[in-house]
């Protein structure tokens, strides 16, 4: 229970802040996918990959004092911004948490926006299709995004340069 803990307390705090649920979600779906070892479940939902065990680990850890989520109002809706807290850092800095790379990868996928990370998710979900299926499957399931081909193309070349930041020497 407590590694799992503490790598999300890692990934937060090599992030700095992140905002919104949904691009937490997928950055903690996207470094599991590139091999970072996240043990949490995840399964296709509204937003693309969606785990419950992380949002519950999320909840645990601000009740705990160690991760700070600050609630905002946006418009017609609530916005989340997540760091760690103080004494998350200081508990933290009892563990040996650096993961090679990981770093690099999260303040990379932190600067993208979420609708992009979605994407991004989406086709990691359904990598064991070809291509042109994924394709369709994103047409299919992501109608409301009106994601483009330029826009798919784009995901595949992030994740691309994302696996050559995880994995440097392969």
């Known amino acids: 229970m407590l590694n799992d803990h503490v790598r999300l307390m890692g990934a937060l705090a090599a992030s700095g802040e992140i905002i919104g ?27 693309g990959p969606y785990s419950e065990e992380l949002t519950l680990r999320v909840e645990e850890l601000s009740n705990l004092g160690f991760i700070e989520e600050t609630k905002e109002k946006k418009g017609g809706y ?27 990868c999260l303040e990379n996928m ?32 992501k109608a409301k995004q009106n994601y483009t081909e330029d826009e798919i193309d784009q995901a595949y070349q992030y994740i691309d340069s994302l696996k050559k930041i995880a994995k440097p020497h392969q």
């Open 21 to 47: 649920r949904k691009k937490l979600q997928k950055m903690i779906y996207i470094a599991k996918k590139l091999d970072f070892p996240f043990q949490e479940k995840f399964q296709f939902h509204f937003y």
């Open 110 to 141: 932190n600067d993208q926006n979420a609708r992009f990370l979605e994407l991004v998710s989406t086709v990691l979900y359904f990598d064991n299709l070809s291509r042109t299926e994924v394709i369709e499957k994103i047409h299919k399931v």
């Open 78 to 104: 609530f916005q989340y911004r997540y760091s760690i807290s103080d004494s998350g850092r200081e508990f933290l800095s009892m563990y040996e948490t650096k993961m090679p790379y990981l770093d690099e």
